[in-house]
C-alpha cells in the first residue's frame, strides 16, 4: 500500500514546477514491482531496460515479496524450444519403451516468474512463441511422439540490455508485458508493501471490479497517446484491480485508475496529444454587434401564480470525462522527456527491431547453436548425441521386438540411420567494405592524400566493427585489388600509405572489379558494402585505349552492371568542389553520394554506417 499512496501524491506533483523526476520514477518502479507481485501473469510480465546488476535488485526485490514457494526459474536467451517449453522425456521414454513428455522451462515455473536475461539476443520465433504462451496461459507439445498440453501461467521479466538506439524485444513479446522500466533505480524497501500484504492482495484480486468509467477513460487515453493495440488498454485496467487489491478495496477507484496508466500507457505512447487551443479573440477591424434589446417588463404577478424560478446553476461535469482528463495528465506526467527525439530516431532506422541482428546464415560448425536436423555426421556436420537418442527412444520396444524375431543379439539401446541427428548453428553474416581509390592523375593532382585520410578514418572506424576490409586501387588502364578482403588493419594502412599517384582513370574496370569482388564476397556469405574514392573523371574505356566519351559510356554500363547486383555502395567525391559528373556516376551506380569537402571524418563513418545498414 506505501508505494502506491506515495506514487498518488507524486501524480498531484508531478505537474509543479518543484516536481522531482528521480522520485517519481522511483515510486513507479516500486509501484511496478508491487503491482506485478499481486498481479502475477494477468500482467504478463516487465522488460527491464538496464545492465543485469540494477536489474538484478529490482528482482530480488520482487522476488522477495512473493509467496514463499513460488516458482522462480531462469530462461537462457539460447535455450533451444525442448529447453522453453518441453519435449521428449529421455530416459523415462528409453525405461518404458514408449514415448514420455518432459516440461521446459515455462510449464515448470506455472504460477511463477520466468527470468530471461540478455532477451536482446533471444531469436524473434522464440520470442514471438513465448509470447504465444504469455497469451495462452499453457504450453502445448507436438514433437518427437509427443502430443501433451501442459499449463503455463507465469510473469516474464526479460533483462534487456541493447543499446540506446536499439530494440532488443520483439513487438509480438512487448505488446504482452504490462511495465515497461526504461532504467531502474534504486529500490527503495521503505516504499514497498510487506509479503504478508502482498500474500493478501493476492487472495483478494479475484474479487476486484473495475468501476464502470475505468476502462472508457483507458481506451480514450490509448487513442491519445497514439496506441494501436487494445492490449494496453487491457493490461492497465488489470493494474489497476491490482492497486485496489492492494490497497484492500473490491473495487477500483479514480488513482487506481491513473497509476495503472503511468505504468502501462506511458511507455507505449507513439505520440504526445496536442494542447488544447483557446479560442481565438474576433478581429480588431470587426464591429462590435449591437447590444441585445432589453426584454420587456414582466407583467405582474397574479395570484396563484408560482413564483419565478432562479437561475439554476450549470451541471456539474461529467464524471466520466473528469477521469478521462485526470489520466491523459498522469500518463502525461510519466512520458520522459526525450520521447519525441525517441520516436524521430525510430523512425529514422524503420522501426528496426532486435538490435544489430542483421542478416544470418545456417552454419555446421560454429554460431548460435539452434538444435539439430536430421542427418549423418561426416567431416563437416557433428553428431548431435542427446537429439539422436532422442529420436530413437520412441522405437525401442518395437524394434527389440524386431530383433528378436530375426534372432539378433539382446542389446540395450536400438539406433538406426534414420535417427541421426546433426548440430546446426546460425551465425552472424559479417561484412566486407570495399574501398575503391582512385588513384589516377587527376586524383593524385587534387586530393589523392586527403582521401587517404578518410580511407583511414574508415577503415579503422570498419576494424572497431570486426568487419572484413579489402582495398582495390585503380589507375593507369587497370584496377587491382591491392588486399583480399581481411581484418589486418596495419597491412591495409602499409598498402595505402605505398599507393603511388598518377596515370589515367579507368572508372569502368574499377566498377567491373569492385562488381566482381562483391559478388564473390555474397558468395561466402558475407554483406558487401562497396566505398568508392573518385573525382568521376573517366578517361580510359574498359579496352584501355583513351577517349572521355568511350570512357564515360563504358562507365556508366558497367554502373548499371553494378547496380543490378544490388550491392549497397556510397561513391564519395575526392574533387575540390562537387563534380555534376561524380553526381551522375553515384546515381547510375545506386550509390550514396557523399561530396568529401564537406564532410568531417565522424559524418564520413556515418554515410558509410547507413550505407552498411542498407546492405542488412
Not at 503491482?35 to 510480465?45: I, M, T
Request: net charge negative.
Amino acid at each position: 500500500m506505501a508505494p502506491l499512496r506515495a506514487a498518488r501524491a507524486a501524480q498531484g506533483d508531478a505537474g509543479d514546477a518543484g516536481a522531482d523526476d528521480a522520485a517519481l520514477r522511483a515510486t513507479l518502479a516500486a509501484s511496478a514491482l508491487a503491482l506485478l507481485a499481486v498481479g502475477g501473469a494477468s500482467l504478463g510480465g516487465v522488460v527491464i531496460r538496464d545492465s543485469a546488476a540494477a536489474a538484478g535488485e529490482w528482482l530480488d526485490a520482487l522476488r522477495a515479496l512473493l509467496p514463499e514457494g513460488t516458482p522462480w526459474l531462469r530462461l537462457p536467451s539460447t535455450a533451444t524450444d525442448d529447453r522453453a517449453f518441453g519435449g521428449l522425456d529421455l530416459v523415462a521414454t528409453i525405461a518404458h519403451g514408449a514415448p514420455r513428455a518432459e516440461k521446459g522451462v515455462l510449464p515448470t515455473a506455472d504460477g511463477g516468474v520466468v527470468v530471461v536475461p540478455l532477451v536482446e539476443r533471444m531469436r524473434a520465433g522464440m520470442q514471438a512463441r513465448i509470447a504465444g504462451v504469455l497469451e495462452d496461459g499453457r504450453v502445448h507439445v507436438q514433437r518427437d511422439g509427443v502430443d501433451e498440453t501442459f499449463a503455463a501461467r507465469v510473469a516474464l521479466c526479460a533483462v534487456d540490455e541493447s543499446d540506446a538506439d536499439e530494440q532488443g524485444v520483439a513487438a509480438a513479446l512487448r505488446d504482452r508485458l504490462a511495465f515497461a522500466l526504461d532504467g531502474v533505480p534504486r529500490v527503495d524497501a521503505s516504499l514497498l508493501p510487506s509479503r504478508a500484504q502482498v500474500a493478501e492482495a493476492r487472495g483478494r484480486l479475484a474479487r476486484v471490479v473495475p468501476h464502470d468509467d475505468a476502462m472508457p477513460a483507458l481506451a480514450a487515453a490509448s487513442v491519445a497517446f497514439g496506441i494501436a493495440s487494445a492490449r494496453g488498454a487491457q493490461l492497465a485496467l488489470r493494474a489497476a484491480c491490482a492497486s485496489a487489491a492492494l490497497d484492500g478495496r473490491e473495487e477500483t477507484d479514480d488513482d487506481d485508475v491513473a497509476l495503472a496508466a503511468q505504468l502501462v500507457l506511458a511507455p507505449r505512447a507513439t505520440r504526445v496529444p496536442p494542447p488544447d487551443e483557446p479560442e481565438a479573440p474576433p478581429p480588431d477591424d470587426e464591429p462590435e454587434p449591437p447590444p441585445p434589446p432589453e426584454p420587456p417588463p414582466p407583467p405582474e404577478q397574479q395570484a396563484g401564480d408560482p413564483p419565478p424560478e432562479a437561475d439554476t446553476p450549470p451541471p456539474p461535469p461529467n464524471e466520466g470525462e473528469q477521469l478521462e482528463d485526470r489520466v491523459l495528465d498522469a500518463v502525461q506526467a510519466a512520458l520522459p522527456p526525450e520521447l519525441l527525439a525517441q520516436l524521430l530516431a525510430r523512425a529514422q532506422r524503420g522501426q528496426g527491431e532486435l538490435g544489430k541482428a542483421g542478416q544470418e546464415r545456417e552454419s555446421w560448425v560454429r554460431g548460435r547453436q539452434l538444435g539439430a536436423r536430421r542427418g549423418r555426421p561426416d567431416g563437416v556436420k557433428r553428431l548431435h548425441l542427446l537429439e539422436t537418442l532422442r529420436a530413437a527412444a520412441p522405437w525401442q520396444r518395437a524394434r527389440a521386438r524386431v530383433a528378436t524375431t530375426r534372432g539378433g543379439g539382446a542389446r540395450t539401446l536400438h539406433v538406426e540411420r534414420e535417427d541421426f541427428r546433426v548440430r546446426r548453428y546460425v551465425e552472424h553474416a559479417g561484412t566486407t567494405v570495399f574501398f575503391v581509390v582512385d588513384a589516377s592523375g587527376s586524383a593524385a593532382a587534387q586530393r589523392l592524400g586527403e582521401a587517404k585520410g578518410a580511407v583511414e578514418k574508415l577503415l579503422a572506424e570498419s576494424y572497431s566493427r570486426r568487419d572484413r576490409i579489402s582495398l582495390i586501387a585503380f589507375r593507369g588502364t587497370t584496377a587491382e585489388q591491392l588486399l583480399p578482403p581481411t581484418r589486418a588493419l596495419a597491412r591495409a594502412r602499409r598498402l595505402l600509405g605505398d599507393l603511388p599517384g598518377g596515370g589515367g582513370t579507368p572508372l569502368a574496370t574499377a566498377i567491373d572489379a569492385a562488381t566482381a569482388a562483391a559478388t564473390a564476397s555474397r558468395r561466402t556469405g558475407t554483406v558487401p558494402v562497396v566505398v568508392f574514392l573518385t573525382d568521376g573523371r573517366a578517361n580510359v574505356a574498359r579496352d584501355g585505349k583513351g577517349g572521355r566519351a568511350e570512357a564515360r559510356a563504358d562507365a556508366m554500363a558497367a554502373a548499371a552492371a553494378f547496380r543490378g547486383a544490388g550491392v549497397a555502395a556510397v561513391l564519395i567525391d575526392t574533387s575540390p568542389r562537387p563534380d555534376p559528373q561524380a553526381r551522375d556516376y553515384a546515381e547510375a551506380l545506386g550509390a550514396r553520394y557523399v561530396p568529401l569537402p564537406s564532410l568531417d571524418a565522424d559524418a564520413l563513418a556515418g554515410a558509410v554506417a547507413m550505407a552498411r545498414e542498407a546492405a542488412r
